[in-house]
């Protein structure tokens, strides 16, 4: 998928997933729009400790926590851009000491299914002191296994609605 030239925040060689799914793009889009899911599919957070009412609007904010207890770190993530007609949206992930990561979510209908597309980078801090090719292998992986669980979410929502 190309990038959109109007788009104000470049990912261009960042850390690139794809993954297909047979829900619908509308189901997938609901999913990452309600923020209350976003420790069931993002690896690494562990819980959600509150959504702003306005999520997913630009500039709302989704506090989480990361890690694994007793070694649990507080922090958030907010809503840079976001175009739901396009069901494209850009999350900036804060992730301290590490820094925080911009990650682009583009939800498309194809002949095959539902195509999702992550792409993420380091945009500040410690994270982006590692070079770019180490950075993406960890990135690759994680985010494979965050479409992955984002995936079956909708799934199980798609399959629960026709019953």
Known sequence: M??????????????????TTTASPERVWSVIE???TYAAWVVGASRVRSVDA????????????????????????????????????VLRARVRPFGTQL????????TEGTMVTMREDASGGLAGLVPRP???????????????????????????EEV
């Open 2 to 19: 190309g990038h959109d030239a109007a788009m104000t925040h470049d990912l261009s060689g960042s850390a690139t997933v794809r993954w």
């Open 34 to 36: 309600d923020g209350w």
């Open 54 to 89: 306005s999520w997913p609007a630009e500039g709302s904010d989704l506090h989480h926590s990361v890690g694994v207890w007793p070694l649990v770190r507080d922090d958030r993530t907010s809503v840079v851009e976001i175009d739901p007609s396009r069901m494209r949206i």
């Open 103 to 110: 990650v682009e979510i583009e939800v498309a209908r194809r």
């Open 134 to 160: 180490v950075r993406q292998v960890g990135l690759t992986a994680r985010n494979r296994e965050a479409l992955h669980r984002l995936c079956l979410l909708a799934e199980r929502e798609t399959h629960v």
